[in-house]
């Protein structure tokens, strides 16, 4: 178990390294920077200055191993527009995108497992094949599209939610539901397969054999081997929400890291882009880990790998 | 007197259409071995499932009686028959590999059997189990009891599932083809475990086989099922003695007897396969692969008796094969 923590978390640093690489190279290919922060009525002189000021003039491998430097120790240098340490940026709006994705998954949980295990247990009935419409549907839709409609209806027409801002927690609903919908279709459609196939499965079989009840056939032997896939695709999925409330966070203008990845990108702030894409990164990386270490909890043929 | 398990005219269909048995009768006594034998794909494991009422969805089933220690099963509501189900009969699969649950331990697996029909402490189920496992022959149980099931061979699986089945004391065990999928030296030991177990616990023992050489070794009665039919019952020694069906004396036919088999005359074989049966079948279902069939065979096939407890399903008198050069 040790081990396998061990592996996973070697490989999770190297990917964390090349997700470096890839953001400081990607930023510097996207123009010159010294010319956007001089302005558009900057001379060539001041220009020159500028990039002489940050650092911009030295070789590219310099830069990129003083940025690293410094990254890892938490430094991330200043933003070229906010008058802040980046740190302290990311650290203001983390948890407004914490909040965000864990209200996002939890409900996406609460709503597909239960809709997945009752699909499964109908299977080829008018039940499971109105399940199976609302998660084409639901995988059709897009969310900023949903995120409108809801504003619409909640926002303005019935006036029960907020439509924007982060003061209360009324604010994080509408965007709850709308992430929420990004994962639940496939969340559904693995719940439902995976109760399929385990209910069809010589262990439950012996389940029955033993006279069991119905539902500790259904919540403890079927659902902890369904629960396997689940839980992987449960972590890849909150990785994406944390990527894709940049969408849902510029829509509904809740102030997290989303949106300040957002903002900095339209405005070439390298540094603030930089370090959003890295945080995200660790995100994604620290939740397959935590993945991996469920799935090894849940599948005891996982423990030896 | 009345049998442990009775079972008359079963009827089994898939989705309204597949026939998978079709009025097949039998009985089972009291601390007797009774072997279902056939092909594959005759219904002797959907006969076990349908008496445990466990058969896959779509499957339907219906009998003109199905009683087991004077219950009458076909009457029972799916909770009552789950009462029934590890408690007083107990099942064990041909699927040593995939039949115990990946996800949790074999103690785990073994206690629950025993608090959900019986209640009492996880504890004490554990204490029984691992009994029983010191019973069926596995080695120190107590560290059994904390191992998953892919950390066991094949031959341990089974023997923690006859272990399993054996947690409530049941008074019936249905084994379906329990060493199909077993080393030849492991299936000779599970067969002896069983026979023993049968003495012990004073079990009765549904077999379900296709291998000629258990039912030989292991069966007091035995009932040769074809296409979803019992088409002959018989004490072991009299269907080998004096076998009258023609698919019993086929299925002999096709087995090396030591001394008998001659190096130039081939192994007998029965051309073509178990047919599948649609509605409104009549006559006999063996008769297109038979060498003895005639018209008649399409008609109402009579029930013979050939001896004590002995009747097979035949338009052929007793010893007919007597009578005619083979």
Redesign the interface.
């Known amino acids: 178990m040790l081990r396998l923590i061990a592996r996973r978390l070697a490989i999770g640093v190297l990917v964390a390294l090349t997700v470096m690489t890839l953001a400081f190279l990607l930023t510097r290919l996207s123009g010159d920077l010294a010319i956007s922060i001089a302005g558009p009525s900057a001379t060539q002189a001041d220009v020159e200055i500028v990039r002489k000021a940050y650092g911009l003039d030295r070789p590219l491998y310099v830069q990129f191993f003083a940025w690293t430097g410094r990254a890892m120790v938490g430094d991330f240098g200043q933003s070229y527009f906010f008058k802040d340490s980046v740190a302290n940026l990311i650290q203001k709006r983390l948890p407004i995108t914490l909040t965000l994705g864990l209200v996002g998954l939890s409900l996406a949980l609460v709503i597909s497992i239960p809709l997945g295990i009752l699909a499964a247990l109908r ?1 080829n009935t008018w039940i499971d094949r109105s399940v199976t419409l609302f998660t084409m549907v639901g995988q059709a839709v897009p969310s900023f599209w949903l995120a409108l409609i809801l504003m619409i209806v909640l926002g303005l027409q019935l006036g029960v939610l907020p439509i924007s801002g982060t003061g209360t927690w009324q604010h994080f609903v509408m965007p709850g539901i709308v992430l929420a919908f990004t994962a639940i279709p496939a969340l559904t459609r693995l719940t439902r397969s995976g109760m399929i196939e385990a209910m ?4 439950i ?10 539902a ?1 056939i259904i919540f403890k ?1 079927a659902l ?2 369904a629960a396997i896939p689940v839980v992987s695709i449960a972590a890849v999925q909150l990785g994406f929400m944390l990527g894709g409330s940049i969408v849902i966070e510029t829509v509904f203008a809740l102030h997290g890291v989303g949106y300040l990845g957002w903002e900095s990108i339209a405005k070439n702030d390298f540094p603030v882009v930089q370090a959003v894409v890295l945080v995200l990164a660790v995100f994604y990386i620290g939740l397959t880990l935590l993945a991996d270490i469920l799935n090894a909890l ?4 996982l423990r030896t790998g | 007197m009345s049998a442990l398990l009775e079972v008359e005219e079963l009827q089994v269909t898939f989705g309204g259409r597949t026939a998978a048995v079709r009025g097949a009768s039998f009985r089972v006594e009291k601390g007797e071995t009774h072997c279902l034998v056939g092909e594959s794909g005759c219904g002797k494991s959907v006969t076990a499932l349908a008496v445990m009422s466990l058969l896959a969805r779509g499957g339907h089933r219906s009998a003109k009686r199905m009683s087991f220690a004077g219950t009458d099963l076909t009457s029972l509501s799916d909770r009552e028959m789950a009462r029934l189900r590890g408690n007083r009969m107990a099942m064990i699969f041909q699927e040593p590999m995939t039949s115990l649950n990946p996800a949790f331990t074999i103690g785990s697996q073994m206690a629950e059997v025993l608090t959900r029909h019986k209640g009492g402490s996880r504890a004490a189920a554990l204490d029984r189990a691992a009994e029983l496992m010191g019973r069926v022959g596995i080695t120190a149980p107590g560290m059994r009891l904390g191992q998953f099931p892919h950390q066991l061979s094949g031959g341990l699986r089974q023997r923690v599932m006859i272990a399993m089945a054996l947690m409530c004391d049941p008074e019936l065990l249905i084994a379906d083809e329990p060493t199909t999928a077993l080393d030849v030296t492991v299936q000779a030991q599970i067969l002896r475990l069983l026979a023993n177990l049968k003495r012990e616990f004073g079990l009765s023992i549904l077999l379900i086989t296709h291998d000629l050489g258990i039912v030989a070794r292991v069966a007091d009665h035995v009932s040769v099922m074809y296409a979803g039919e019992v088409v002959e019952r018989a004490p072991t020694a009299a269907l080998f003695r004096a076998p009258q069906h023609p698919y019993t004396r086929g299925l002999l036919s096709c087995v090396p007897v030591p001394g008998r088999v001659q190096r130039d005359k081939p192994l007998g074989s029965i051309p073509g396969v178990v047919p599948a049966i649609g509605a409104g079948f009549a006559g006999c279902a063996f008769r297109s692969r038979c060498a003895h069939a005639d018209e008649t065979c399409a008609r109402a096939i009579p029930r013979r008796e050939a001896g004590d407890a002995h009747d097979y399903l035949c338009r052929l008198e007793p010893d007919w094969a007597e009578l005619q050069p083979a």
Do not use: F
């Open positions: 299977e069809a499965s010589d262990y079989r012996t389940a029955r054999a033993k006279g069991l009840s119905r500790r032997h902890r081997n849940l599948d005891p043929r």
